[in-house]
């Protein structure tokens, strides 16, 4: 059987309240969201102290806690997965940040692809707020920055996830990019 398939079968499963498919899932996905956990902390310090397993467990925790999440498929299960690591990070930082009492926000290098320069620092919790704030304006653009940027989807797959055309992914990428690259700099 085709592992997307296999995959998307698990995970209605799951939404079905199947807690034997959420093991079964686990070492289904894990290396992907290994994968995809170090693309995220490929941004972070090189002293972080979540590591890549840890973000993927808490990760994996929230996403099967979410029984109401109606997966539509692989890379709509991937999209999501992207997203909660993005807040199991912020989350992370917002402790550190409070353990510090007010000391300096941790600091992050988004690269090119996000639409800043790579020399550019960017605080973490920042980034939240300004995410947060595009979804307010937006919410379709900031989808396209959490499933290309942090999910690592394609056009294509982010078309696919969001049930619009790729030519619409397209403008709202370079847009979102735009916005996030200006709200940032400021």
């Not at 290994?34 to 808490?58: F, G, I, K, W």
Request: hydrophobic share 45%; with cysteine.
């Amino acid at each position: 059987m085709d592992v997307a398939v296999e995959t998307t079968q698990m995970l209605v499963a799951v939404s079905n309240g199947d807690r034997s498919a959420a093991a079964r899932l686990m070492p289904a996905v894990y290396d992907e969201l290994r994968l995809l956990a170090a693309r995220c902390m490929t941004a972070e310090r090189l002293d972080h102290t979540l590591q890549p397993t840890a973000l993927v467990n808490e990760a994996y925790v929230r996403l099967i806690d979410q029984s109401s999440v109606d997966w539509r498929g692989r890379a709509h299960f991937f999209a999501i997965a992207a997203e909660v690591m993005r807040h199991v990070l912020v989350d992370h930082a917002r402790r550190r940040n409070a353990a510090k009492r007010g000391a300096s926000a941790q600091r992050v290098t988004l690269t090119e692809s996000a639409g800043v320069a790579d020399s550019d620092d960017i605080d973490v919790v920042a980034l939240d707020e300004a995410l947060e704030e595009l979804n307010r304006l937006n919410e379709r653009q900031r989808k396209v920055i959490d499933l290309r940027f942090f999910g690592g989807l394609t056009i294509e797959e982010a078309a696919h996830v969001l049930e619009v055309s790729p030519q619409t992914v397209r403008l709202d990428w370079r847009m979102a990019r735009a916005w996030l690259r200006q709200r940032l700099m400021t």
